[in-house]
């Protein structure tokens, strides 16, 4: 019954290399994000998708690219892999924002995936 | 850009003590959540404020809004070991950003 589900959870890979990380959302929500946050716990957001549409980027290096092939699912595909790019990357899902957020409602998360580049 | 300052940045206290964490902007939030996050897991909503002055209970948990609604606290009273995590306080729409955080360790 996992909500906001990620694969892989661990992901050790080599510099240069091209990679995906998978998400898909069982909430029937219409909004997927990703972000990633770095060794001192920081959550920053990467991308935003409504409706399959890519709604905010920000500042992301190009060698990351988002796909979302519908509302339930966005995927993260990297190419060539950098020392930097280690990290957890956390996708996450929610309503369109504002609807309805005053009654207790915000965003549900994956329970990530740690990436080390070696 | 609107930044979300947390302090403390790390709480390290004995089971059965209170606690209070912070969540500061220098901008008018439209509403703020607070969530939790413990290892291995992503963050966990625990409550979302939107008026200004709100208090909100969830158990041992308190959560204010500041009336100016740029501030923000969460009270944790006779903290357990179960407490332990990341807290995090978070606002905005699409571009929805995260404060700090307070790493909280509770002693048994």
């Known amino acids: 019954d996992t909500a906001v589900s990620q694969t892989p959870k661990y992901l050790v890979t080599q510099m240069g290399n091209d990679k995906s990380i998978k998400c898909e959302q069982n909430l029937g929500h219409d909004t997927m994000y990703w972000y990633k946050q770095d060794s001192k716990k920081f959550l920053k957001i990467m991308f935003s998708y409504n409706n399959k549409e890519l709604i905010i980027n920000e500042t992301v290096p190009n060698r990351f690219s988002p796909k979302s092939p519908d509302k339930a699912h966005l995927n993260l595909h990297i190419n060539s892999l950098e020392l930097g790019d280690s990290a957890v990357y956390f996708c996450?899902?929610?309503?369109?924002?504002?609807?309805?957020?005053?009654?207790?409602?915000?965003?549900?998360f994956g329970s990530g995936t740690r990436l080390t580049v070696v | 850009t609107q930044l979300l300052e947390q302090s403390p940045q790390f709480l390290s206290i004995q089971e059965g003590e209170n606690l209070t964490v912070y969540c500061n902007s220098s901008s008018v939030f439209s509403s703020l959540q607070w969530y939790r996050q413990e290892p291995g897991e992503g963050p966990v909503l625990l409550v979302t404020?939107?008026?200004?002055?709100e208090v909100k209970k969830l158990k041992r948990l308190t959560f204010q809004f500041g009336d100016a609604r740029k501030d923000s606290s969460l009270h944790i009273t006779a903290a357990q070991p179960g407490d332990t995590g990341l807290y995090l306080c978070?606002?905005?729409?699409?571009?929805?950003?995260f404060g700090t955080g307070t790493r909280l360790k509770v002693l048994a």
């Open positions: 404020v939107v008026t200004g002055g």
């Open positions: 978070a606002t905005g729409t699409y571009k929805y950003i």
């Open positions: 996450a899902s929610s309503r369109t924002p504002g609807q309805g957020w005053g009654m207790n409602y915000g965003y549900t």
